[in-house]
C-alpha cells in the first residue's frame, strides 16, 4: 500500500490526486475517465490499462 | 443559436485539449462531441435541432478525432448529413486499408510491395512472393499491424486469426518489409501541407522528398488532417500507411505552428466559410456579424 500520491494521466495530461493504490489496480481519470493500472508505487507510475480483446495469439 | 465546432472523441485526450485551447484563444468555440452517446436517425434527416439541443449548439464543423475507427466509420457519414463539414482522412476517416492502398497507388504514391489476402492458404502464398519479413495490415483502418518475421512466425499468426477469429480476421493486406529497424516516420498533413513530424523507429535522415510524399499521399486520399507513415526500404521512401486520426503531442513542428494549431486554424477556417454560405441556406446554421468578425479576428491572430 502506498501513500497518497499525484498522477499525471498518460491520455489527457491531467493532474490528480489517486489516494492509497497497489500496483496493478485499476483507476479513473476523473478528466477524461480513461481507465489507468497503476505499474508502480514507489514512485507511483500508471499507463493506460490494457483494454479486454482478443489478439489471436499473436 | 450558438454555432460551435465540435470535437468528436469519446475522451479530451492531450490532442483534443489542444485544439480545442487554441480554437478557445482565438474566440472561436468549440465542444467535444461523444461520438457514440446519441442514436441518430438514418439520412436523409435533418437533425439540426436534434444536435443543438444535445450539444447546447449547432456544429457546422466537425472535426474527426475518433479514436474508435467503427464508431467513427458509422457516425461521419451522418454529420455530413447533417450539413456539417467534417474535417477528417478523407478515404482513410470511412473506407479500409485496401481503399487508401488503392487509392495512393492509383495516385502514383510510392508504397511497398501489397497484396490482397483472405485465407491462410492465401496469406501463405503471398508471403512466398514478397518474402520475409512482411507485415499484415487488418483491413480496418489503425487496427495495429502484425510484423511477420518468418514461415513459422506466419502460420501461426494467419491460423490462428482464420480459426479463433473467423474470415473477417485473415482477410488483409500483406506489405512487404516491416518497420523494425527501419527509418520510419509520421508525419501530420494538416489542409494539405506536411506540419510536424515524429521519428517511430530508427533516427531518421528525411527530408523534402518525406514532405512531398506526405503532402501527395494525404492529397491522393483527399484528407484534411492525417497522419502518414513513411519507411525508407531498398527500393526508397515509401507510404507504409495512413493513421486517419494520429496522436500528435510528440511530433515536432516543422514551421511555426504546431500540429493542433494548425488543425484548430483549418477548422476555424471552415467555420467561418460554412457559415457564410450557410447563412443563406435554411437548415444552415449560421454565426452572427459579431461573432463572425471575432472568428475571423481570432484566425488571422492565429495563423
Not at chain 2, 472523441?9 to 480545442?20: D, L, T
Not at chain 2, 510510392?110 to 512466398?128: F, I
Not at chain 2, 518474402?131 to 511477420?148: C, E, H, N, S
Amino acid at each position: 500500500m502506498s501513500t497518497s500520491t499525484n498522477v499525471t494521466c498518460p491520455e489527457c495530461g491531467g493532474e490528480f490526486e489517486a489516494g492509497a493504490v497497489e500496483v496493478g489496480e485499476i483507476i479513473v481519470c476523473p478528466e477524461c475517465s480513461v481507465e489507468l493500472e497503476v505499474l508502480g508505487t514507489n514512485p507511483i507510475n500508471v499507463g493506460l490499462a490494457p483494454e479486454e480483446g482478443e489478439d489471436w495469439g499473436e | 443559436m450558438t454555432a460551435a465546432i465540435g470535437v468528436l472523441c469519446e475522451r479530451k485526450r492531450v490532442e483534443e485539449k489542444q485544439v480545442i485551447q487554441v480554437l478557445a484563444d482565438a474566440g472561436v468555440p468549440a465542444v467535444p462531441v461523444p461520438p457514440a452517446a446519441l442514436p441518430l436517425p438514418v439520412v436523409p434527416f435533418a437533425p439540426a435541432p436534434q444536435v443543438a439541443a444535445a450539444f447546447g449548439a449547432t456544429m457546422p464543423v466537425v472535426v474527426d478525432r475518433c479514436q474508435d475507427r467503427a464508431v467513427a466509420s458509422a457516425v461521419l457519414p451522418l454529420w455530413q448529413g447533417t450539413g456539417a463539414v467534417v474535417i477528417g482522412a478523407g478515404i482513410a476517416a470511412t473506407g479500409n486499408r485496401l481503399a487508401v492502398a488503392s487509392a495512393l497507388s492509383a495516385a502514383g504514391v510510392p508504397r511497398p510491395a501489397t497484396l490482397l489476402v483472405a485465407s491462410e492458404e492465401a496469406g501463405l502464398q503471398a508471403l512466398e512472393t514478397l518474402g520475409y519479413p512482411a507485415t499484415l495490415l487488418p483491413l480496418t483502418v489503425g487496427a495495429a499491424p502484425v510484423p511477420l518475421l518468418d514461415r513459422d512466425a506466419a502460420e501461426a499468426v494467419l491460423e490462428h486469426r482464420q480459426t479463433l477469429g473467423g474470415t473477417c480476421e485473415v482477410v488483409g493486406l500483406l506489405q512487404a518489409g516491416t518497420t523494425i529497424g527501419a527509418e520510419h516516420a509520421l508525419v501530420i498533413v494538416v489542409g494539405g501541407s506536411a506540419v510536424a513530424s515524429r521519428h517511430m523507429g530508427n533516427e531518421t535522415t528525411f527530408g523534402p522528398q518525406a514532405v512531398a510524399l506526405a503532402e501527395a499521399a494525404a492529397k491522393a486520399i483527399g484528407a484534411d488532417v492525417a497522419g502518414i507513415e513513411l519507411v525508407r526500404t531498398t527500393a526508397g521512401l515509401v507510404v507504409w500507411d495512413v493513421q486517419p486520426v494520429p496522436d500528435f503531442r510528440d511530433t515536432v513542428p516543422l514551421g511555426d505552428r504546431t500540429a493542433g494549431q494548425a488543425i484548430a486554424d483549418l477548422a476555424a477556417m471552415r467555420l467561418i466559410e460554412r457559415t457564410a454560405i450557410g447563412a443563406s441556406q435554411p437548415n444552415g446554421a449560421h454565426l452572427g456579424s459579431t461573432m463572425r468578425r471575432e472568428v475571423t479576428d481570432g484566425v488571422a491572430l492565429a495563423l
